[in-house]
């Protein structure tokens, strides 16, 4: 072919395939007008995901055009959130926002997910970094773990045995501040009198978890303070101090809901705990699903998501967001929390 003949041939081929693009563009579905997003929790029954669902749906009401779908496994599996996420895709939802019981085991799903389109982020208790896009937590990992600590240590008068109550063996969220506790017990000379003599899982049951409160005390009778950072154990445990005549004698602290623990701090089997708010925690992470379906971020550092009431919402490296700072409660702000989460 001669160069000016080769010259036309390619300017009609690339005009050829720009027609043809063009024609499978206008035949391809529309987005749908409304996206559906679904919050995936650790388990169904907890007071704290209802709380981060209400957000949800407070976001979604906001958008005008998300509808919410609320899952969880009747107990905080991995297995039972891969079958829920597995479903989940077949429905085409275009958002998942999940508080994941396995950092790593849920990955091979939510990248599945993510190749068929759909936009994955974690929240409370994140997926690593390959299985998602964006990773929100409630409050940065060392300042929650140094804060129960410090909590527990006021509370024993810095010295005696303590023991963790937490909620599985595999919440990355737990398991991230727990590691945060441990090194600063070890770390920090205001608290070389104070000694971890067990960690247990609840599970984030309450009848579990009721019963590892009750195992501590009969297999560390010196026991001075319990650290329940999970807000089924630390209810459990409130109970179990309150039914075994223990108030004043075991301390309790960790991260729980005013309207659970309102009972406990009156009663005084826990004179002072921590939480962040779950509603702004559910409220945000829909905020940050819309704005990646959206396209208007994609998850990478320097990101912002406009959050709403929430305000800037700012992305770092490996996709995580942070939120704020957590509350206190005690008897002071106790029955004014309770009303609200
Ligand atoms: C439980 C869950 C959740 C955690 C709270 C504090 O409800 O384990 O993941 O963030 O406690």
Not at 111 to 121: Q, R, T, W, Y
Not at 136 to 152: A, D, N, R
Not at 303 to 332: C, H, L, T, W
Request: glycine share 10%; with cysteine.
């Amino acid at each position: 072919m001669k160069k000016a003949n080769r010259i036309v041939f390619l300017v009609a081929v690339t005009a050829l395939i720009a027609v043809g693009t063009l024609a499978l563009g206008s035949c391809a579905p529309a987005a749908p007008k409304v996206s559906k997003i679904a919050i995936v929790v650790k388990s169904l029954g907890n007071g704290f995901f209802d709380a981060c669902r209400d957000g949800g749906q407070e976001a979604a009401k906001e958008l005008g055009n998300a509808e919410i779908i609320y899952q969880g496994p009747s107990t905080p599996t991995a297995e039972g959130q891969i079958e829920i996420i597995d479903s989940l895709i077949a429905q085409k939802v275009q958002g998942i926002c999940i508080s994941a019981n396995d950092a790593d085991a849920l990955i091979p799903i939510t990248k599945k997910a993510m190749s068929k389109g759909i936009k994955v982020m974690s929240f409370d208790s994140g997926i690593s970094k390959d299985g998602r896009m964006v990773d929100l937590v409630p409050s940065e990992t060392p300042l929650i773990g140094k804060q129960q600590v410090e909590l527990i240590s006021g509370l024993i008068g810095g010295e005696g045995e303590i023991a963790i109550l937490s909620a599985t063996s595999q919440a990355t969220n737990q398991n991230a501040w727990i590691e945060v506790m441990k090194a600063e017990l070890a770390a920090n000379p205001a608290y070389s009198k104070i000694k971890l003599v067990a960690t247990v899982y609840g599970d984030d049951l309450a009848d579990k978890s009721y019963r590892e409160a009750i195992g501590l005390f009969e297999a560390y009778p010196k026991l001075k303070g319990i650290i329940a950072p999970t807000t089924v154990g630390i209810a459990a445990a409130g109970k179990a101090i309150t039914d075994k005549k223990l108030i004043g004698k075991v301390q309790l602290t960790g991260l729980g809901l005013p309207s659970e623990m309102k009972f406990y701090v009156e009663n005084g089997a826990c004179a002072k705990f921590a939480l962040w708010n779950p509603i702004d925690l559910g409220y945000t992470s829909v905020m940050i699903t819309n704005a990646l379906i959206k396209k208007q971020v994609t998850g990478k550092d320097g990101d912002v998501v406009k959050a709403g009431r929430m305000g800037d919402i700012k992305i770092g490296a490996n996709g995580s967001a942070v939120m704020g700072v957590p509350f206190v409660f005690e008897k002071s702000n106790i029955e004014q929390y309770a009303k609200m989460f």
